[in-house]
């Protein structure tokens, strides 16, 4: 879908999101916690951060990347780039580890995201992903392995499914 639609949305809704949403992302966030183990070094980045709930539920001090200049600006704080998740403004292998908390909507089986996201990590790197159960989990499953993830579910997320995935190299 065009990431457009989500900026202009979410750029109205920015201010409301935490009263509305915060209960329901925290224990998702948490479980992908659990699951994921400490954090990796080196650069960590959430794509389509939102308000920031993971770098302030996790500490992980992730850059913060999402199309919605709104959503990056409430509350206010440094380390985040307006983008879009699929074309990232970082080179092959600079990252550690790419956090996506129900950012991946309308989930596509030839998803450019995963493929985007394999090229930023390093071999090794982390996946943290969740999506929303009613997305598409057996192209989502397909596309992890063809993009060269391997990855396993987490135990249930309540309204999403979880992945924690590394980059085979
Ligand atoms: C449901 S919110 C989740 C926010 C945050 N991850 C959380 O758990 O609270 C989805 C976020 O993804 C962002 N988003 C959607 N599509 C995007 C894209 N193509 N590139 C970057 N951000 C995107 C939206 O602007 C929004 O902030």
Redesign the pocket.
């Known amino acids: 879908m065009d990431?457009r639609i989500?900026?202009r949305s979410?750029d109205t809704f920015a201010k409301r999101y935490d009263e509305v949403?915060e209960a329901q992302?925290t224990p998702k966030?948490l479980g992908l916690l659990d699951a994921a183990g400490p954090a990796p070094a080196g650069l960590r980045l959430?794509?389509?951060?939102?308000?920031g709930?993971?770098n302030r539920l996790s500490g992980w001090g992730c850059v913060e990347?999402?199309?919605?200049r709104a959503?990056l600006r409430t509350p206010v704080r440094a380390r985040c780039v307006q983008?879009?998740?699929?074309r990232l403004p970082f080179a092959d292998g600079a990252a550690g580890a790419v956090v996506s908390?129900?950012?991946l909507?309308d989930f596509e089986p030839d998803v450019p995201a995963l493929a985007e996201w394999a090229r930023v990590l390093r071999p090794g790197g982390l996946l943290l992903l969740s999506v929303l159960k009613r997305e598409n989990l057996p192209a989502l499953e397909a596309a992890l392995g063809r993009t060269g993830f391997e990855a396993r579910a987490t135990p249930d997320l309540g309204p999403d499914w979880g992945f924690v995935g590394h980059r085979a190299g």
Not at 46 to 51: E, F, I, P, S, Y
Not at 65 to 68: A, G, I, L, R
């Open positions: 990431y989500f900026q979410y949403f992302q966030i959430d794509v389509g951060a939102g308000t709930l993971f990347v999402d199309v919605s959503m983008a879009d998740l699929a908390v129900t950012s909507i």
